[in-house]
């Protein structure tokens, strides 16, 4: 059975960081690995995503700040947030090929 367990969400100031993982099992021949988040009203959006090939793509608004890491051995995939933004406040989930892991909730708040 294909499980992600995703876990580091919490409350932070803004400035502050906080580092997602994402631990896939039951799942081989993991191809992509993305974050995305859904901010409260709003769409689900892509944050950043990696490819097999380690090109990783992040969205805009996140750039110089967010940084996706993989450890393939672990089929893990990390998400390091730093100078965070209350826009950063949203639902994250992890993707693994088709899979969706559970949500965290990341709120960032003075």
């Known amino acids: 059975q294909v499980q992600l367990v995703e876990s580091g969400g919490g409350s932070v100031q803004p400035g502050g960081s906080l580092r997602l993982s994402c631990a896939a099992s039951g799942i081989f021949g993991i191809n992509v690995m993305a974050w995305y988040r859904q901010a409260p009203g709003k769409e689900r959006e892509l944050v950043a995503v990696s490819s097999s090939r380690d090109n990783t793509n992040y969205a805009d608004s996140v750039k110089g700040r967010f940084t996706l890491s993989r450890d393939n051995a672990k089929n893990t995939v990390y998400l390091q947030m730093n100078s965070l933004k209350t826009e950063d406040t949203a639902v994250y989930y992890c993707?693994?090929?088709?899979?969706w892991g559970q949500g965290t909730q990341v709120t960032v708040s003075s």
């Open positions: 993707k693994v090929g088709p899979v």
